[in-house]
């Protein structure tokens, strides 16, 4: 059974996680702004940007990878 939120593309969740936590004490826009691969893509979605990385939780960082992957598929 599937927990009730989850990653489509587990591999960019990971990334994505893992890059914005090894920045200190910074917002999102800041350290997404800088990972290849997710530049420009994540300007396009709707969310608080300004927000930092600890602040989200688990449902916010899978609704935020899956729409990155959307976008970067597409």
Known sequence: RLPEHYPTDYKLFERVTRFTFSQRR???KSTLS???GVHPFW???EFDFTR???TLDVAEWCELTNELARR???
């Open 26 to 28: 910074k917002m999102l």
């Open 34 to 36: 800088q990972l290849a």
């Open 43 to 45: 300007q396009q979605i």
């Open 52 to 54: 930092r990385p600890e």
């Open 72 to 74: 970067i598929g597409a």
